[in-house]
């Protein structure tokens, strides 16, 4: 029971952490049939970030069902062919050969999405370690602002900005984050942490987003 409990505990940040570890993406390089994103611990990271999401409260209820729908979408077409679709690279090649990478349902456009909002989590986490003088609701605004709003259309923009009044103060948010008897400071070491090993591996999925012509979507 003990032990259940234990990792029952154990917090998102130590888990993406571990989970960022292990992945390894292969840029594509000169030759793009090289490259390589993992499909399953991809989305098992983002399910992860969902859960810290969860913690800030209604302000993340759009964003919050966006990245939801988009875990949801991709796990579906990995296990119509776990063998070749457990390198989502492969699926961006499939829906580019066949024209639909850019619809509205298609799962090129759940990958950026997804990545657009690791960036957003991965700009809150470093603001939340490093500006100690910043309130809670001012960090989620300047992240949103530096990674989702060039993206975002209206109607998602200003739900964001009723939403916004709702976010916790950054004392019960950082408590959220903790494990047990966890001091704030070893937090936020782990979140700087988290972040030194999500930005590279952020980078090399919009390299490979920008191969396949995804990069600058818009929402619709």
């Not at 390589?36 to 800030?56: A, E, M």
Request: hydrophobic share 40%; net charge positive; proline share 4%.
């Amino acid at each position: 029971m003990k032990r259940s409990r234990d990792v029952e505990k154990r917090s998102e940040i130590n888990s993406a952490i571990e989970e960022l570890s292990t992945l390894v993406i292969v840029k594509p390089g000169g030759n793009q049939d090289t490259a390589h994103i993992p499909t399953k611990p991809f989305l098992s990271l983002c399910n992860l970030v969902l859960q810290v999401l969860d913690k800030i409260g209604p302000t993340m209820a759009v964003l919050r069902q966006d990245i939801h729908q988009n875990i949801k979408r991709l796990e579906v077409m990995h296990e119509l062919n776990p063998s070749v679709n457990s390198n989502m690279v492969e699926i961006l090649k499939s829906e580019a050969s066949k024209s639909i990478a850019k619809k509205r349902t298609s799962c090129s456009k759940a990958l950026l999405w997804l990545t657009r909002s690791l960036d957003f989590s991965s700009i809150l986490l470093q603001k939340l370690a490093k500006d100690s003088k910043k309130d809670m609701e001012q960090i989620v605004q300047e992240s949103y602002a530096a990674t989702l709003t060039p993206w975002h259309g209206w109607i998602s923009s200003a739900a964001f900005r009723v939403a916004i009044k709702l976010v916790p103060d950054r004392e019960t948010f950082m408590d959220l984050l903790k494990e047990k008897d966890e001091n704030c400071d070893t937090l936020k070491e782990k979140m700087q942490i988290m972040v030194s090993l999500l930005v590279p591996f952020l980078e090399d999925i919009h390299c490979i987003l920008k191969v396949y012509n995804l990069d600058r979507l818009k929402s619709t």
